[in-house]
């Protein structure tokens, strides 16, 4: 396999963009190499710029659970774009997403839409301090929720793959407030609200964190969350721009049955334009302008398009059955895993972890890690061979091992074979 056009174009947007890129994880920092450069999607397979053909794990990062230029996506776009791309006033088809997204979470009362995941995390906060009065927050560490300043502490993984434990360019009261837990760690938790109990304003939280490979909550630890946050009058905010829509049908709130106060909406729900939410109570929400006095705005927010995108996505999950296709295709991953790699996981040469369509290999470790600690003991070494060897086999991930991989409604046994075949054949020939 050959890549000279990428490395062609490569080299030439590292004279332009800081590091060739856009966003710092597409630049292959943590596996090595050049950087794919893409140029078109098709169902489950990426194409390069030089002819390669990849079925893609990565699915945009999340947002692509149908696949690539799924035809009833392109169909609502294309009818979309010639009415117009954008009014910046009030259209139908915000209450339509808007409703449909209740459909799938009944419990949200209001929402806001915004135009990442970022946005509507440091927005969140902004209306839960507004409503508690209060400025501090938990979050966990390995979490993700974008890069706004209050969150740029041990933040999953751009920032654990580059080694950088909190960003340069953040001011020291912009992180005074942020109180850091290990993830799953319930009497961390029980010791930091008895020192600032009537500090906290939130804990915000990946229901999955899906950001530090993939490490799912212990039994109990989401209703020790939605225990602790009744018990003091904090709100719990869940961060559901990886799992909304993906886990099940309601999310991580609807899979794991704890409802939070508020929820952040990201990636599937653009369809794979930029489209977020944050949403939830409305005692909450009513503190947000212009009902209350917490400030949020945006030229592009609801933006016809990406709410075209969006709704064509959840209308098509629902007509699809998606979830319950994801979960067997979920389960066949798990019996090829045992088939292949039960004596290497045995060994504690690869661990293997799986939320409905998350998947996550774990090289090196005993067990499967529980918090950010456990998960930086991970072999990178022997990743990036494997990295390097899925896509010379024709086989795309996010590049980086911090990085779950994403089950899509196209992939079939073959695929799902061929990804657990390499891994075999790379602790083999590592010993
Ligand atoms: C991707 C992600 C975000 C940030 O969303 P952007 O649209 O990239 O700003 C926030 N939280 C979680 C859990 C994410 O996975």
Known sequence: MQFKLSEKIMNESRKIFPGGVNSPVRSFGSVGGTPLVFSHGKGKYLFDVDGNKFVDFCSSWGPLILGYSHPEVLKALSKQIKKSITFG?????????AEKIKSFVPEIDMLRFVNSGTEATMSALRVARAATGRNKFIKFEGCY????????????????????????GVPKGAVEDTIIVPY????????????????????????????????????????????????????????????????????????????PDMWIFGKIMGGGLPAAAYGGKESIM??????????????????????????????????????????????????????????????????YTRVASFFCFFFGVQKIPENYQEVTQADMHLFKKVYHAW?????????????????????????????????????????
């Not at 016809?304 to 995108?309: D, N, R, S, V, Y």
């Open 89 to 97: 006033a009030p259209t139908e088809l915000e209450l339509q997403l």
């Open 145 to 168: 929720h974008g890069h706004a300043d209050a969150f740029l502490i041990k933040a999953g993984s751009g920032l654990s793959t580059f080694g950088i434990s909190s960003s340069a």
């Open 184 to 259: 799953n760690d319930i009497a961390a938790l029980e010791e930091v609200f008895a020192a600032h109990g009537k500090d906290i304003a939130a804990i915000i939280v990946e229901p999955v964190a899906a950001n530090m490979g993939l490490v799912a909550p212990k039994n109990e630890f989401l209703n020790f969350l939605r225990d602790i946050t009744h018990k003091h009058h904090s709100v719990l905010i869940f961060d559901e721009v990886m799992t909304g829509f993906r886990l099940a049908r309601g999310g991580a709130s609807g899979f794991y049955n704890v409802v």
């Open 286 to 351: 009513k503190n947000l302008a212009p009902l209350g006095r917490a400030y949020q705005a945006g030229t592009l927010s609801g933006n016809p398009l990406a709410m075209t995108a969006g709704l064509a996505t959840l209308h098509t999950i629902e007509k699809l059955n998606v979830y319950e296709k994801l979960e067997e295709k979920g389960q066949i991953l798990d019996r090829l895993v045992e088939k292949y790699l039960a004596t290497f996981v045995e060994q504690g040469r690869v661990k």
């Open 391 to 431: 896509l010379q086999n024709g086989i795309y991930l996010g590049p980086s091992g911090y990085e779950v991989g994403f089950l899509s409604y196209m992939h079939t046994e073959n695929d799902l074979k061929k990804c657990v075949q390499v891994i075999k054949k790379q602790i083999k020939n590592a010993r």
